[in-house]
C-alpha cells in the first residue's frame, strides 16, 4: 500500500510539473504589434481567420510562435486596428521568423492578408509594440 501511494505521488508530481512548469532554458517572449486593416476588408479578413480556416496555424507552432491572438477595434480617428499578440518559445527568434518567412505557404498566406493591411506611417507590415506590464 505504502508503495501504491508513493508511486500515485511520484505521477501526480510529474503531471503537475508536466502541465504547469517550465524548463529552466525556457524563456517565454511575448510580442504585441499593431497594424491598421481597410475597412472594405474587415468581412473578408474575419473570413479569413475564422476557426474553419487552418491558415497557417500549424507553421506557427512549428516556429515556437503560441497564444497567437488578433484582436480589431476602431480608435476615435474612425479606422479599424487589429492588434496581435503571440509567445515564443524557442531558443533562436530570429532564425525561427526567417524560416516561417520562407515557408511557400506563409508566403502565399501573406500575399493575401497583406493587401487587405494598412501599416501605420513608417511602416511596413505590422508594427512591433514594446511591452510595459505584464502580470505573471
Known sequence: MKQLKLAILLVAALSFGALYGKSSNTQVQRVGMVIGVKTDQLSAYEALHATSNPGVRDLLTKYNMHN?????????????????????TGTDYQADMAK??????????????????APLAGEKAWAMMKEVYHND
Open 100 to 117: 516561417l518567412a520562407a515557408e511557400p505557404r506563409n508566403q502565399k498566406w501573406l500575399s493575401v492578408t497583406a493587401p487587405m493591411q
Open 68 to 88: 497567437f491572438t488578433i484582436y480589431i477595434h476602431q480608435l476615435d480617428d474612425g479606422k479599424y486596428y487589429l492588434f496581435g499578440y503571440y509567445e515564443y
